[in-house]
Every structure is written in structure tokens, then in C-alpha cells.
């Protein structure tokens, strides 16, 4: 983690001194989580600013990615592939096909609706940073073994399911 912040059980320490109302309604592992998704955000996100990319843009890219070829989804089912929700889609899609990494061809089930589709520069691209942030975060989960790797994503898939996953 980021050498600068107090480590979660030194945090704990200080809410169980000074604010124990709030050490008894927190989880030290929900901490550790929020602690690590922003250090895996802050990581993520300096490869995609010199990629010069959002990561609400790169989760497009990536979600159309894995998608079979042609890479293409509507829009609606794009939004209900990503990772993380975008509130803003149609502003990052215009972003993304002015820098030529999406087409927007038409839905031939719909006339009225457009599609969107990865470009080769887009596919590559995706490549390209798939390259980078694959080791990065391996090497964040390098101190587990892949039993307790495997342990992890099923504790947090299970902790996080949405009912009736």
C-alpha cells in the first residue's frame, strides 16, 4: 500500500480511542478493501492517463473487448456490461470515437438506435494496456498464493453478491 497512510489497524487504534461509536460499526476488512481498491484505482489509473484515457473510458473499451467479435454491443447492453456504472456513457462515447477508438455503426435490428463498436486502433489499444495493467495487478496480489487467491475472490464475490446471485 501507499507508505504515506496509517495502516488499517493503526486506523482501527485511533477510532477505538477517540470515536469508538464508529470503531463497533466498521469491519476492519471492508476498510481494508476501500483501502485497496483506491490504491488498485490510483495504479490503474496513472497507465490509462498516459494512454490518455478515463477509466470510465477504458471500461468501455475493455467491455467491448470481451465481447466476440466484432467487439459490439448497444448502448444498453454495454451500460449493463461494464464494471463500474457510468452516468455520463454518451459523453464518453463521443470522447472515445472522436479519438477513433469506437464506430458507431447502425443497429440493424433498430434503424433509429446506433451501435458501438471497437475500432482497430481501439482493439489495439486495449491490448496495448492489457499488457500493462495485467502484471500490475498481479503484482499486487503476488504475497497469496493462487489457493488463497482464489479464496479472496470468493469471499469477496460472495460478500458483494447482489441477492439471488
Known amino acids: 500500500m501507499d507508505d504515506k497512510r496509517i495502516s488499517i489497524t493503526e ?85 472515445l470515437q472522436n479519438a477513433n477508438l469506437i464506430l458507431r455503426p447502425e443497429n440493424p435490428e433498430d434503424g433509429r438506435s446506433l451501435l458501438v463498436q471497437l475500432s482497430p486502433e481501439g482493439i489495439k489499444l486495449s491490448d496495448e494496456l492489457c499488457a500493462v495493467i495485467g502484471p500490475l495487478h498481479r503484482s499486487r496480489l503476488a504475497k497469496l498464493d493462487k489457493k488463497e487467491q482464489a479464496t479472496l475472490s470468493h469471499l469477496l464475490e460472495k460478500a458483494f453478491a447482489k441477492d439471488g446471485d
Not at 447492453?77 to 463521443?94: I, N, R
Open 11 to 95: 486506523l482501527r487504534q485511533q477510532q477505538k480511542r477517540h470515536w469508538p461509536e464508529m470503531y463497533r460499526a466498521t469491519n476492519p476488512a471492508v476498510l481494508s478493501i476501500i483501502r485497496a481498491g483506491d490504491q488498485f484505482i490510483k495504479e490503474t489509473n496513472a497507465a490509462l492517463q498516459a494512454a490518455q484515457l478515463t477509466g470510465a473510458e477504458f471500461d468501455v473499451l475493455a467491455t467491448l473487448r470481451r465481447q466476440a467479435e466484432p467487439y459490439r454491443l448497444s448502448p444498453t447492453e454495454l451500460c449493463k456490461a461494464m464494471l463500474f456504472s457510468s452516468g455520463g456513457l454518451t459523453k464518453v462515447l463521443h470522447r
